[in-house]
Every structure is written in C-alpha cells, then in structure tokens.
C-alpha cells in the first residue's frame, strides 16, 4: 500500500470513529442507549433489598423488644 492511500485510509478510519462516537452520544442524550442497563438494575435492587432487610430488622427489634421485659414468667 503506498502513502497516500495508507493516509487515506487513517482518515477514513478516524472519520468513522468520530460518527460513532458522535452517534453514541445523541443516543445516550435521547435515553436510547441502553449499555449500563444491568449494572442500574442491579444496584436498584441491592438498594431495595437493604431497604427491605432495615425494615425487617426494625420490626424485629420492635417486637423483640415488646416481649422483653423485667419479669419473663410475666410475659405473655
């Protein structure tokens, strides 16, 4: 391959780098793009299970501490 066509295709190659780039940028502008789908599903659903488990947790304690008194024969 001589010069001028090894110039030519660096420039082409370049060019089309740019209009994917370009391409990918007003797809993640319009909210099309799609990539980090998984990895926010998955951190939305470790957020709810924490959430979950701090409510468990809560009523857990609520209630443990409900049945908890100076007197066990007392407790009903």
Request: charged letters at 30%.
């Amino acid at each position: 391959m001589d010069y001028y066509m090894a110039v030519n295709v660096a420039a082409e190659q370049r060019h089309d780098e740019l209009r994917e780039i370009e391409t990918s940028r007003l797809l993640r502008r319009a909210g099309v793009d799609q990539r980090g789908w998984l990895r926010v599903q998955a951190d939305k659903a470790s957020c709810r299970l924490g959430e979950v488990m701090m409510t468990v947790g809560g009523r857990l304690m609520c209630h443990e501490s409900k049945s908890r008194t100076a007197f066990p024969a007392f407790a009903s």
